[in-house]
């Protein structure tokens, strides 16, 4: 307890001291943990933020890398004009609001210094740890009380608002702090195995690969260890991290994208539906491609169903002239019900949604679908841009970042999802701020 209590302490003079070296370094920090909170205290968190960064404002500076971050908010605004959905892109351009108020601030206020910017991140990956434990706790409440193991997996996990590709996403960022610090204490060793862990219950399957990925490319290409690691200890690695494929619930959910016309639960379709359907069907990703009709009674496991919807977008984008365009922020959803009906694809009832009610699960295609080929640009550029500069910068964290990000975008829609656009907008800005590795000037 003794320990702890000076351990917090210490926590807390250091914050105090970076606050005062850099008036937002609190606020930044606060509003970067807060982000799997409910949305209105992350928005509370970003107003004081905001305060904190005009309070001290001094000079503007522009920055190119900043500049496409708030290109990208000017584009789905512009997008209003031709909407086919104008209602629909104007309620959206709210919650991408942080697409234009961080980069901002970053080029309002002077940039966070090398060390403040490891501590930020050091700070986030222990806030990381707190809600990785809670959800814990919470998981093993629930079972005691139902005994349903459904409690430690997936959107059961940490609930489907927050989305555990999510926050797969958030606790990869802190997992490759503890896992990179060239000294672990007994504490570190735990903590990265507890959020490795972690980021296999939540499973989420292309995260979990390039999750895996990362961590060869850490250990065989970054770290001291890893330059004299013979192919025996590759081998052994390779087979202990891909025997978590073969773990129950795990290896349904990968065995589950693979396979059609089964009689396995439903519940690893896209639509959390009643288990006592019958007559049920569960398409593979040829079917999601290549059927000519589908019936209310056919459903798709994830990745068919964002097969499905690229299918849907090209598909459109044949019939109708808005590749410079798009139909507008947010404006997609007519279109995608108009096909649901087309292709008769199960479209809800009074229990449960329809798939036309779902975005696109791929942010490049929704970039492309809703702002047309430069929001689908932009967005690529920004995605070079920020690997170039991990690459350059050599920070592994921040490579992370990039690599997660892109496998991500092939997923997620997840710059359409407020918590998304914080979390980009946030660690985008952090990273590439200009004149990051200069000397911090009062």
Avoid at 14 to 43: A, R, V, W, Y
Avoid at 112 to 130: D, G, L, N, P, T
Avoid at 234 to 250: A, R
Avoid at 380 to 398: M, R
Wanted: net charge positive.
């Amino acid at each position: 307890m003794e320990n702890t209590s000076v351990f917090l302490s210490n926590v807390w003079h250091d914050l105090k001291q970076e606050n005062k070296e850099h008036f937002s370094f609190i606020p930044f920090l606060l509003l970067l943990c807060t982000i799997p909170m409910p949305l209105g205290i992350n928005n509370v968190c970003l107003s004081i933020f905001l305060f904190s960064v005009l309070y001290k404002f001094k000079t503007f500076k522009f920055q190119y890398s900043l500049l496409l971050v708030i290109a990208l908010f000017l584009l789905m605004i512009i997008s209003y004009f031709w909407s086919i959905d104008a209602k629909a892109t104007l309620k959206a351009i709210p919650k991408e609001i942080g697409l234009l108020l961080i980069p901002l601030c970053f080029m309002i206020m002077r940039p966070f210094s090398k060390e403040q910017r490891q501590k930020i991140i050091k700070y986030y990956s222990y806030a990381m740890v707190i809600y990785v434990v809670f959800y814990l706790i919470k998981a093993i409440v629930r079972f005691l009380l139902s005994s349903d193991t459904n409690v430690f997996f997936y959107h059961e996990l940490v609930t489907k608002e927050v989305n555990a590709i999510h926050v797969s996403v958030y606790v990869s960022i802190a997992f490759f702090y503890f896992f990179t610090k060239e000294i672990k204490s007994k504490v570190d060793t735990i903590i990265t195995l507890l959020l490795f862990v972690f980021i296999f219950l939540l499973s989420s399957k292309n995260i979990i690969i390039v999750f895996i990925v990362l961590i060869l490319i850490e250990f065989f290409f970054f770290s001291k260890s890893g330059h004299k690691m013979r192919m025996r200890n590759l081998i052994v690695l390779g087979l202990i991290l891909g025997s978590f494929l073969f773990i129950g619930k795990i290896k349904d959910r990968f065995k589950a994208e693979f396979q059609s016309n089964t009689e396995k639960s439903i519940s690893h379709t896209v639509l959390d539906l009643d288990k006592s359907l019958e007559g049920v069907n569960v398409l593979s990703i040829k079917e999601a491609w290549t059927n000519e009709k589908f019936s209310p009674n056919d459903f798709f496991p994830g990745t068919a169903f964002r097969v499905y919807q690229a299918r849907m977008f090209f598909e459109l984008f044949q019939e109708e002239n808005v590749f410079w365009t798009g139909y507008g922020l947010n404006a997609s959803y007519k279109k995608l019900e108009e096909k649901a009906i087309q292709y008769d694809v199960f479209r809800g009832n009074e229990s449960q949604e329809g798939y036309q009610n779902k975005n696109f699960h791929n942010q490049y295609i929704q970039n492309f679908a809703e702002l047309g080929f430069f929001g689908f640009l932009i967005l690529i550029v920004l995605l070079v841009l920020n690997l170039k500069n991990a690459t350059k910068n050599k920070d592994f964290v921040q490579i992370a970042f990039a690599i997660l990000m892109i496998s991500l975008f092939l997923t997620e829609s997840f710059l359409w999802r407020q918590r998304g656009v914080m979390f980009f907008s946030l660690l985008y800005c952090l990273f590439n701020a200009k004149d990051f590795f200069a000397p911090n000037k009062n």
